[in-house]
């Protein structure tokens, strides 16, 4: 039965050892809670395939939960005995406590399809007309199978594009990108940046967050989240949740000159709020490397990190 080999998926990917599933009721299970590692607190409901803990309030999807916490081997059973190759979802907004949320009304091209399903298709479908923007996203852009899963990025054959979608803790699409695969293709986004927070399911504001310009420059670091644009509104939404945990912040930005401007700025903007929050500005230590999304052995070593500060201001001021 379907939801006993889920129970089967939960304990052997999800929950930790020591703490394994109780039933509670018919079609829920508790375990101890990933995210805040409270030992019982995180229930899982097996029919809606949801997940809310009493005592941090994480939830959303299950798949999220794979996402965030399982490995390639655990999601990609998971994928297959459920069937979830993309988010269609719509269901109420059940969990919702204090946090502000406004749907987005956003829907992904006609025709496009996961690269999940690509590959659990391989041999039924064309698959050598998918290949040059799995090659693209492999070989150019450094992403493995784990990341292409993760990010559940899609690939819409009539445009020429590769879609990289934004979900909200519910799992309702609230924004994509999508973008051609040559090296001066365009770029187009659909959504209102400033009211999403790129798939803020995977974010944690506890802990120090990196802002990155664009989803690939980020994409292979921890807890990292895309400006999508070189800059960081005070209205947006994003803005107003770092300030708000007071998240510390490290800044990369690709290499040039040009960005020295926006790394005052956004570092000044929040200092505005509060002059004791920690940022740290983050510069390639391989100054050969102008765009971060081109180093191919990228981890967070990949970066010197400097703390912004009156001296660093000065410092960064003197190179524009
Ligand atoms: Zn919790």
Request: hydrophobic residues 35%; contains cysteine.
């Amino acid at each position: 039965m379907e939801t006993d080999e889920i129970k089967n998926l939960i304990d052997i990917y999800i929950s930790p050892l020591s703490q394994k599933w109780k039933l509670s009721h018919s079609d829920n299970i508790e375990i101890g809670c990933p995210f805040c590692k409270d030992e019982k607190n995180l229930s899982i409901s097996l029919s809606k395939q949801i997940y809310n803990c009493w005592n941090c309030h994480a939830s959303g999807r299950l798949l999220f939960l794979f996402k965030k916490f399982s490995n390639l081997e655990g999601l990609e059973k998971y994928i297959s005995i459920t069937k979830q190759f993309s988010h269609v979802s719509n269901f109420d907004n059940l969990f919702i406590t204090k946090e502000e949320y406004k749907k987005q009304e956003i829907i992904l091209p006609e025709n496009c399809i996961s690269i999940s399903e690509i590959f659990a298709n391989k041999h039924k479908i064309d698959y050598i007309i998918y290949e040059p923007y799995i090659d693209y996203l492999i070989n150019k852009r450094y992403l493995d199978k784990f990341l292409l899963y993760k990010f559940n990025i899609y690939i819409d054959i009539k445009n020429e594009k590769i879609i990289v979608p934004s979900y909200d803790k519910l799992g309702n699409l609230n924004l994509y990108f999508s973008r051609g695969i040559n090296d001066k293709a365009d770029y187009f986004i659909k959504g209102n940046k400033n009211e999403v927070i790129f798939n803020e399911y995977l974010i944690n504001f506890n802990i120090p967050i990196i802002l990155v310009e664009g989803f690939f420059d980020g994409v292979r670091l921890k807890n990292f989240c895309p400006l999508l644009g070189k800059d960081l509104s005070e209205n947006s939404l994003l803005f107003r949740k770092i300030i708000l945990n007071n998240t510390p912040i490290l800044l990369i930005l690709d290499n040039e000159k040009g960005t020295i401007k926006n790394k005052l700025e956004i570092a000044d903007k929040i200092k505005k709020y509060n002059s004791k929050h920690v940022i740290y500005i983050g510069e390639i230590k391989d100054n050969s490397y102008k765009d971060i999304g081109s180093i191919k052995n990228l981890d967070i070593d990949s970066f010197a990190f400097y703390e912004y500060n009156d001296e660093l201001k000065f410092n960064l001021i003197n190179k524009l």
